[in-house]
């Protein structure tokens, strides 16, 4: 086995390495890039570590014995410890990541059932105290606000609420945020780059609702108030995997705010597509190299 079956863990760290310093320069139109390189890192290096532990065939004595039959010197390309670990991580993985969608799906179950309770139409008001707003979404989606975050907003700032989960479920963030929070369940390395996703997405209804209302300062002033309104409700706010309106680096968002709105820069999410491609390049090096392995032991 290679070296090449190492590298998209190796990639993965560089990835979640950059992705805090990265999104800063980023728009938040460009979120995109950050999924798919999450993807291909999660995809290539839990392909390393099944081809790691595949490794450990050549310790059944079917092997063994097929390899004594034909005076075969059985060469151990890794060792045994390093299979057993990557066994070890595969389960460990697909644990996580049946609890992260156990979890999603039962907090859009309890979404979905308070939307109904409140009627139809897509603006479901729910009677309590503590300031929250959701994109529930679904067929069709629904906007999940409750009386307190209303009561703290006056009319122009509910606009901007409305706009902000509007632009959530029209560009199907919830999926991105699937993606990465799935990604981040199988590579906990890639954790850093699941936060910079839900930052971006939450950076990218917040303008799109100052295009709508057409003043980034009243987003601004609405998140803000939004903000200080939620903080103040006692305890976790319910739901947290879902998508909320102060869901996210509050004080940052509130800061670009207040700056000019972002320009496209290719360059920034062409390097991040360009880490996921590279590690792709490297499970299919690895790929060929177990194939080769395999066909040494077994030529036809």
Not at 14 to 21: C, G
Not at 199 to 205: D, F, G
Not at 212 to 232: D, F
Request: with cysteine; aromatic share 4%.
């Amino acid at each position: 086995m290679t070296i090449s079956v190492y590298v998209p863990a190796a990639l993965s760290l560089l990835l979640a390495a950059i992705s805090q310093i990265v999104v800063a320069r980023t728009a938040p139109t460009r979120v995109v890039a950050f999924v798919v390189a999450a993807l291909l890192c999660t995809a290539a290096a839990t392909w390393g570590l099944v081809l790691l532990a595949a490794t450990l065939l050549g310790d059944l004595s079917l092997v063994t014995d097929e390899a004594l039959e034909r005076g075969v010197q059985l060469q151990d390309p890794v060792p045994t410890l390093i299979g057993v670990t990557a066994t070890i991580l595969l389960i460990f993985g697909i644990v996580r990541v049946a609890r992260v969608l156990r979890a999603r799906r039962a907090t859009y179950r309890e979404l979905q059932a308070v939307c109904r309770a409140c009627g139809t139409g897509e603006l479901a008001v729910v009677s309590l105290d503590a300031a929250h707003a959701f994109a529930v979404p679904g067929r069709p989606g629904r906007i999940l606000v409750t009386r307190g975050m209303l009561s703290v907003l006056d009319g122009d700032e509910r606009r901007v609420l409305l706009a902000h989960e509007r632009a959530h479920l029209q560009s199907r963030h919830h999926r991105l945020r699937a993606i990465t929070e799935v990604c981040a369940a199988v590579n906990p390395v890639l954790i850093p780059v699941r936060e910079a996703v839900a930052y971006l997405v939450e950076r990218s209804a917040d303008e799109y609702a100052a295009t709508v209302t057409g003043s980034r300062e009243l987003v601004a002033r609405a998140l803000t108030k939004a903000a200080l309104a939620s903080g103040a409700a006692n305890g976790m706010p319910p739901w947290p995997t879902a998508l909320r309106f102060t869901g996210r680096g509050v004080s940052a968002r509130v800061a670009a705010l207040h700056c000019d709105p972002p320009r496209p820069e290719p360059l920034v999410p062409s390097g991040v597509l360009a880490l996921g491609v590279a590690t792709a390049i490297a499970a299919v090096q690895a790929t060929i190299a177990f194939y080769q392995l395999v066909y040494w032991l077994w030529p036809t």
